[in-house]
């Protein structure tokens, strides 16, 4: 019980900051995140949506990715 508990604290810390995180990209690194990885989409059909070359819609997921990355990982 203590366990689960502890869990389920860990896991409402981290939706919180992930939702901060989020809070601080801009529209389109959180459209371009969320379509991603929500929705589905590929970087390909990001790059037509949002008439982006290819590499900069890979760039930035990358970019959001590391951040999230950086800001969620436990100390």
Same mark, same amino acid.
């Given at each position: 019980?203590?366990?689960?508990?502890?869990?389920?604290?860990?896991?409402?810390?981290?939706?919180?900051?992930? *939702? !901060? @995180?989020?809070?601080? +990209? #801009?529209?389109?690194?959180? =459209? &371009?995140? %969320?379509?991603?990885?929500?929705?589905?989409?590929?970087?390909?059909?990001?790059?037509?949506?949002?008439?982006?070359?290819? *590499? !900069? @819609?890979?760039?930035? +997921? #990358?970019?959001?990715?590391? =951040? &999230?990355? %950086?800001?969620?990982?436990?100390?």
């Amino acid at each position: 019980d203590l366990h689960v508990r502890s869990r389920r604290q860990r896991q409402m810390c981290i939706r919180d900051r992930l *939702g !901060t @995180v989020l809070d601080q +990209l #801009s529209e389109l690194d959180r =459209l &371009l995140f %969320t379509l991603r990885y929500d929705e589905g989409y590929t970087s390909a059909e990001l790059s037509r949506l949002f008439e982006l070359p290819p *590499g !900069t @819609v890979r760039r930035r +997921l #990358s970019q959001t990715r590391h =951040l &999230l990355k %950086t800001n969620l990982t436990e100390d």
